[in-house]
């Protein structure tokens, strides 16, 4: 499945060695498990090793391709029981569900047309037309990513947690950096023989950066989004509100907060979001940055002196 994402990604290009200066912290510089966690977050490589690096897709390693198959295979499998119901109903239901087809066929048409190599339409899955989306957020100026990070299970609750409760406010390091690209959100939608007359698209959204509630909020307004235009084509409604709005619900205009690394067991099935520490994730994020504005220096047009 990731091989499928690759082909309806960008072409392959190999990337020259780039640099980035590395951000500043606001910890205290004298303290030496600072600095040391300041050390681990600074980007290990947008400095290739030469040919061994050719970047297929940069986007693909944030997909959560397996993780997406999963939740939407369950899916498809309650779809294919409840077909199973209605198959000896009357002719009526027959063409509701044609219906749906050739709207369905239609709307991944304009999809298609709209979004190009954004777009990755899979094998369908237990009759079902099977795709998703890459959204890349717009951030010409770039954006200001502050992390804060904590010892781990600092707190065992979902709510009431900050960086001075339950423990010692020293343990708490702060760290900001400029990114001028962000990793992308993927749409990945399951259509279901009922859409888009009755029910909505299977869907998740991945975001491998975020931490759980943001992207469980964004799942939430989607539904809220198709709760106001039932019964019609949704998935344009979707992607454009995630790619223009999402950002600004979530209170990520011109700045973001990410962590700290809190184990949260309120979440959206359907939300896709990061899994591993933040002292991980910073540095690859600051990576993919790094060479997507390399492949944007590549890809455009220049004035030599």
Same mark, same amino acid.
């Given at each position: 499945m990731e091989a499928a994402a690759s082909d309806g990604a960008a072409s392959a290009r190999a990337l020259e060695p780039h640099s980035v200066s590395a951000p500043q912290s606001s910890a205290d510089a004298s303290s030496s498990s600072t600095m040391s966690r300041a050390a681990d977050l600074r980007p290990g490589a947008c400095e290739?090793?030469?040919?061994? *690096?050719?970047l297929l897709d940069l986007d693909?390693?944030?997909?959560?391709?397996?993780?997406?198959?999963?939740?939407?295979?369950?899916? !498809?499998?309650?779809?294919?029981?409840?077909?199973?119901?209605?198959?000896?109903?009357?002719?009526?239901?027959?063409?509701?569900?044609?219906?749906?087809?050739?709207?369905?066929?239609?709307?991944?048409?304009?999809?298609?047309a709209i979004y190009g190599?954004?777009?990755?339409?899979?094998?369908?899955?237990?009759?079902?037309? @099977?795709?998703?989306? @890459?959204?890349?957020?717009?951030?010409?100026?770039?954006?200001?990513?502050?992390?804060?990070?904590?010892?781990?299970? *600092?707190? !065992?609750k979902d709510e009431g947690c900050?960086?001075?409760?339950?423990?010692?406010?020293?343990?708490?390091?702060?760290?900001?950096?400029?990114?001028? @690209?962000?990793?992308?959100?993927?749409?990945?939608?399951?259509?279901?023989?009922?859409?888009?007359?009755k029910d909505p698209p299977y869907f998740t959204i991945t975001a491998k950066w975020m931490d759980v509630p943001q992207v469980s909020q964004l799942c939430e307004m989607l539904d809220t989004i198709w709760a106001e235009l039932q019964g019609q084509e949704i998935v344009y409604q979707w992607v454009e509100w995630l790619r223009d709005s999402s950002r600004s619900h979530l209170s990520f205009d011109d700045k973001m907060t990410l962590g700290p690394d809190i184990v949260t067991h309120n979440r959206d099935n359907r939300a896709i979001s990061r899994t591993n520490s933040l002292e991980s994730v910073i540095p690859l994020m600051m990576t @993919?940055?790094?060479?997507?504005?390399?492949?944007?220096?590549?890809?455009?047009?220049?004035m030599c002196a």
């Open positions: 290739s090793g030469g040919e061994d *690096v050719l693909s390693p944030w997909a959560a391709a397996a993780e997406a198959e999963r939740i939407l295979g369950e899916a !498809a499998a309650s779809d294919a029981a409840e077909a199973l119901k209605i198959s000896g109903e009357e002719q009526e239901e027959e063409d509701e569900i044609r219906d749906n087809q050739k709207r369905q066929e239609d709307e991944l048409m304009a999809l298609e190599h954004d777009l990755a339409v899979f094998e369908n899955k237990g009759g079902l037309r @099977y795709f998703q989306i @890459y959204i890349h957020y717009d951030v010409d100026d770039g954006i200001e990513v502050r992390v804060t990070l904590s010892p781990a299970n *600092v707190c !065992a900050s960086n001075s409760t339950g423990h010692d406010g020293s343990d708490v390091f702060s760290y900001k950096c400029n990114l001028e @690209y962000l990793p992308p959100l993927i749409l990945t939608c399951l259509l279901p023989q009922s859409y888009p007359n @993919y940055s790094c060479k997507k504005h390399h492949q944007a220096f590549l890809e455009g047009l220049h």
